[in-house]
């Protein structure tokens, strides 16, 4: 008697998952999205030095420790939030290398955690940078120098693998999580009045007069805006419309263009009428893992090296097709 086939439940879960992330992916990719990550946080940290260094002058009345510092009654010394700080942009400029990467990897991960929750002790949350932090923690941590670094120059290129695709992906689950999490709590804390109310246009209202207040001069756009009152409600669906379908791109691939595009559009915006910026999305990095980063800078090497006459290495396309050939 023929049956149905029995389907193993472990492949069924397997499947999925391998609808959800990349079951591989070439070292170069993972590679490219280190360097990109290392000069965005290092130069975030070259450029924020002064502020992180004007915590020693402040009261420690000020201070309430919250993370990793609510173990601690209170703030660092002097010294050794200096000595963290030069740690970080040292271990940063390592990162970025591939320089000794299992140690300076992690080191600098777990470096900028401690001195971003820190600096949050003070009173300012900032939470944007709470994502680099997640994705420096995942990319710190795995094989991410294994091409293109320091550690790989004398060895030979890597086949593509899991363990280059999986920190890829689960730095796009992190992503998208955190805008699904920003449209879901607009609902939860305003319902639709968050959608047709004035929410949104009280925000750029009051963004642009707080910071006149402060001495400086607000969004030359937000004025004009706020007198058009019809512009925020489509406004406002667009933007939860951009956060609430952000996990469709982990299994509908086509629209990851469509939805990286619209969602560094929507910081462009904010950042165009509130002066409120959020540097890991506007400069692409938070972007850079949902896409084959690796082939417009094998081209670009290619072209060099044809131009100089150097013999050119294989490329990741050519050794997954030498692999499946195998």
């Known amino acids: 008697m023929r049956g149905r086939a029995v389907t193993n439940p472990s492949n069924a879960l397997a499947r999925g998952a391998s609808d959800l992330v990349d079951a591989s ?3 170069e990719r993972l590679a490219v999205f280190r360097i990109l990550l290392g000069v965005f946080v290092t130069g975030y940290f070259a450029i924020r030095l002064p502020v992180f260094l004007e915590l020693r002058n402040r009261s420690t009345d000020r201070f309430d420790a919250v993370g990793l510092f609510r173990l601690l009654d209170r703030p660092l010394s002097d010294n050794l939030l200096t000595e963290a ?13 591939g320089w000794r990467f299992r140690l300076t990897g992690p080191l600098f991960a777990m470096t900028v955690l401690v001195l ?10 900032l939470h944007f940078e709470n994502l680099f932090v997640l994705l420096l923690l995942v990319v710190g941590f795995s094989r991410a120098a294994d091409a293109w670094s320091l550690d ?6 890597p086949l593509p693998g899991v363990s280059y695709g999986w920190p890829l992906q689960l730095c796009c689950l992190v992503v998208v999580t955190t805008y699904a999490i920003a449209g879901i709590a607009k609902l939860q804390l305003g319902g639709w009045d968050w959608v047709f109310g004035d929410t949104i246009r009280h925000h750029v209202a009051y963004a642009s007069v707080r910071l ?4 400086a001069n607000g969004s030359p756009l937000a004025g004009p805006a706020v007198r058009q009152a ?12 951009i956060e609430l379908s952000a996990p469709v ?3 509908w691939r086509r629209a990851r263009w469509v939805w990286c595009v619209a969602a560094w559009a929507m910081h462009v915006g904010i950042f165009a009428l509130m002066l409120i910026g959020f540097p890991t999305p506007l400069f692409g990095v938070a972007f850079a893992p949902f896409f084959a980063t690796e082939r417009p800078v094998e081209r670009a090497i290619t072209a060099w090296r044809s131009r100089r006459s150097i013999p050119p290495r294989s490329t990741s396309n050519e050794r997954v097709d030498v692999q499946r050939s195998v």
């Open 249 to 251: 791109v982990l299994w």
């Open 230 to 241: 019809w512009l925020f409600t489509p406004m406002a669906l667009a933007t939860l419309v």
């Open 85 to 97: 700080l030069a740690l970080a942009v040292a271990s940063g400029v390592a990162f970025t290398a």
């Open 152 to 157: 790989a120059r004398h060895r030979p290129a």
């Open 212 to 215: 006149e207040l402060l001495g």
């Open 116 to 125: 971003t929750t820190y600096r949050s002790s003070w009173g300012q949350l």
């Open 25 to 27: 992916a070439p070292a």
